[in-house]
């Protein structure tokens, strides 16, 4: 079993659509929950930055960790075209001196006009 | 503007020729790594450096080699490149802990 797990999609929505993003993740000691959005020949950039259980609000996004289920999302309400992106989940373990993040392989969004 | 900055955003090079992608980051960063993406198989890990003089093999190590002699620079090297290097690559870097700031990337292309 694959550390973190991600449906690839394609997802494809109409504008204005709510979107669910979600990935499993094996190992009990991630404690540090990221979502990355990635733009068609760029670097991936930081979206949300999420500790421990419950959920997180910024704008139209909402991060969701349950960590009893091992089960992590990212919501977009409103979806535009603008947010038409592949968008990576990432965790880390805990400790102030551990760097290495593991990422998912990827969920590609787009958002139809 | 934090950053950080590789070069070139693409490359297209031969079997064998010795190549060096640039990575430098203004951020003061400890932690900096290194990361090919291709479709299906995500980020995967090449070399990460925890300081400098300091690095590590990550997932995918082989046919790589990086160093880290100053704390704002971390090349990538190829010594011999074969057609299955060709890929997306990016370089990252973070505070102890944090998350990451990736560059732009370099497609590579050999051939």
């Known amino acids: 079993q694959k550390e973190v797990e991600q449906d690839p999609g394609p997802l494809s929505v109409p504008e204005g659509a709510i979107v669910s993003l979600n990935c499993t993740y094996s190992n009990s000691a991630f404690q540090y929950f990221m979502w990355y959005r990635q733009y068609s020949r760029k670097g991936p950039e930081l979206l949300m930055y999420t500790y421990s259980s419950g959920n997180k609000e910024d704008g139209r996004f909402t991060a969701q960790v349950d960590k009893s289920s091992k089960y992590i999302s990212l919501f977009i309400r409103d979806s535009q075209p603008s947010d038409s992106a592949t968008y990576l989940c990432a965790m880390r373990i805990g400790g102030g001196s551990n760097y290495k993040l593991t990422f998912g392989k990827g969920t590609l969004l787009t958002v139809n006009p | 503007e934090a950053q950080v900055t590789q070069n070139p955003r693409y490359l297209i090079t031969v079997t064998g020729k010795k190549l060096t992608v640039t990575c430098s980051q203004n951020?003061?960063?400890?932690?900096m790594s290194w990361y090919r993406q291709d479709p299906g198989l995500g980020l995967r890990q090449i070399y990460y450096s925890m300081n400098v003089e300091v690095t590590d093999k990550g997932d995918v190590p082989e046919g790589y080699k990086v160093s880290r002699k100053e704390k704002r620079n971390f090349p990538l090297i190829l010594e011999s490149p074969s057609p299955n290097q060709t890929s997306l690559y990016f370089c990252?870097?973070?505070?102890?802990?944090?998350?990451?700031?990736f560059g732009s990337g370099t497609r590579l292309t050999v051939v």
């Open positions: 951020m003061n960063h400890e932690y």
């Open positions: 990252a870097s973070s505070w102890p802990g944090g998350s990451y700031t």
